[in-house]
């Protein structure tokens, strides 16, 4: 699988066979998939947390990527469960997201500037 030939549905697909033979549904409330997204976002902080700068942060990126791949993917993984367990269509989600962030974050404002769109 490769993300050029993979469709979100897929994704989904896979992800909620994995929860379905398992009888995991049970345990997947809205309070406690946000809790898992948010526990597995950590778990990638952790591989960074002591990179001093941006070519530490790349070193480690080279030396750890398979458990930063591991970690994306649990991310993903929860992210999409989320999705399935409460009619969330990633795509629209995403796109209506990038739409309101464009509003928020004009080009002629925000191009190479960190801000926050209230101090633009």
Sequence with gaps: MHDNMTTVATLRSLSAAFVK???WRQFHGAKNL??????EAVEL?????????????????KNKRSDV??????????????CDEFDIDLSSALKDKI??????????????????????
């Design 45 to 61: 902080m952790e591989i960074f947390m002591w990179a001093g700068n941006a070519q530490e942060a790349a070193d480690i990126l």
């Design 99 to 120: 739409a309101k962030n464009a509003l928020k974050y004009p080009i002629e404002k925000a191009k190479g500037v960190n801000k926050k769109y209230n101090e633009l």
């Design 21 to 23: 033979e398992r009888d």
């Design 69 to 82: 791949q591991d970690e994306v993917a649990d991310i993903i993984n929860a992210v999409l469960i989320f």
């Design 34 to 39: 946000s809790m898992a997204i948010v526990s």
